[in-house]
């Protein structure tokens, strides 16, 4: 159980287009989601979080209008990277936990790694 | 701030006993989390300390000391597929987590 799936596994795009990721809880319902960054040899980042409903809460220095979360559903989240330029090239990993609040584990998706050319 | 502090790398033997050691200060503690995260995949969970002492699952185990602010991963007969970065987080007190900046352990035959 507790399955967390990313689509697409991986993306090319042109400098300049938006792409957008899905993140998807297979077998639970997920009423928080985060969208993390990774960029090669360091550690995770914290984009935002997000609660099903509502506006995601976006971490310092990430900007909202750049990157759109949605989470529409209890088992949907997308995070759309509008205008990408070669700096947004990275790993992108969601994760999903079942409860709102408290010590959670949080499940993660396999990542999307996108490069922008 | 909050930091959580860990080894970059480690070397170890197949077949050997190593433990990677994560020291935290955070505002805040609801639980500490290892995750095993081998090149180009994400990670995947390993164990939750909440408690001091220590907890053993199979070849890992994990110890807690809360008020050292100290943890340790302990993995036992080490085999070639423990290769990967080991991952230390902490949930804070807004139960977001703080995580490491991952140790590479590197297993040689």
């Known amino acids: ?117 | 701030g909050q930091n959580i502090d860990q080894p970059t790398e480690m070397t170890a033997t197949e077949g050997a006993i190593v433990q990677i050691n994560c020291t935290y200060q955070t505002s805040g503690f609801n639980g500490l989390f290892w995750y095993q995260q081998h090149a180009g995949e994400a990670p995947t969970f390993l164990s939750y300390n909440v408690l001091d002492g220590l907890e053993e699952k199979g070849r890992f185990s994990s110890f807690l000391s809360r008020s050292k602010g100290y943890s340790y991963l302990l993995l036992k007969e080490l085999q070639m597929k423990d290769s990967a970065s080991y991952l230390c987080a902490v949930m804070d007190s807004n139960y977001q987590l703080i995580w490491g900046a991952g140790t590479k352990l590197i297993i040689k035959p």
């Open chain 1, 1 to 117: 159980g507790a399955v967390v799936s990313q689509h697409p596994s991986w993306v090319i795009c042109k400098s300049g287009t938006s792409v957008k990721i899905e993140c998807r809880s297979l077998d639970f319902q997920a009423t928080t989601m985060f969208w993390y960054r990774q960029f090669p040899k360091q550690s995770l980042m914290l984009m935002a979080t997000s609660n099903e409903g509502s506006k995601a809460t976006y971490e310092q220095g990430v900007e909202k209008d750049k990157f759109l979360i949605n989470h529409a559903s209890l088992t949907l989240s997308t995070l759309t990277v509008t205008s990408a330029h070669p700096e947004d090239s990275s790993f992108y990993i969601c994760s999903a936990s079942p409860l709102a609040g408290g010590p959670n584990e949080q499940f993660f998706g396999p990542g999307t790694r996108l490069t922008v050319l």
